[in-house]
C-alpha cells in the first residue's frame, strides 16, 4: 500500500483544515486506517482510525469531537477534518494502514504516508 497524504497548512486557532490521504492498493477491505501526529521532540501520537470494511471510528481524547476521520472507498482516500484548531495540535501528521483490527500504537503500522504539516496559530 502507497500513502499520500495532503492539505497541511497554517491556520488560526479556532479554525479547519482537511487533510486528505490516498491510498493506492488492490484493495483495503481489511485494512484499518488511521491518522497520527508527531509534534517536535514529542513521540508520535495517535489520533483517529476508521475500519475500512465496516467504517467504525475511532479517536483519541484530543480528536473526539472535534476531528472527523472518514473513507471514500470509490476513491480510496480517507480524510480527517480537523475543527476548533488549538496551537496544541501542531504537528506533522501521518497516514498509515495496516491489515487487521484497530491499535493506537504507531509500532502496529506496516504503512506510512510521507507526512503533512499543521500549525496552528495563536
Do not use: H
Not at 488511521?34 to 480528536?63: I, L
Amino acid at each position: 500500500v502507497q500513502l499520500q497524504a495532503s492539505g497541511g497548512g497554517l491556520v488560526q486557532t479556532g479554525g479547519s483544515l482537511r487533510l486528505s490521504c490516498a491510498a493506492s492498493a488492490r484493495t483495503l477491505s481489511t485494512y484499518v486506517m488511521a491518522w497520527f501526529r508527531q509534534a517536535p521532540e514529542k513521540e508520535r501520537q495517535f489520533v483517529a482510525a476508521v475500519n475500512w470494511n465496516d467504517g467504525t471510528t475511532y479517536y483519541s481524547d484530543s480528536a473526539q469531537g472535534r476531528f472527523t476521520i472518514s473513507r471514500d472507498t470509490a476513491k480510496n482516500t480517507v480524510s480527517l477534518q480537523m475543527n476548533s484548531l488549538k496551537p496544541e495540535d501542531t504537528a506533522v501528521y501521518y497516514c498509515a494502514a495496516e491489515r487487521g483490527f484497530y491499535t493506537r500504537s504507531p509500532n502496529n503500522y506496516g504503512y506510512w504516508g510521507q507526512g503533512t504539516l499543521v500549525t496552528v496559530s495563536s
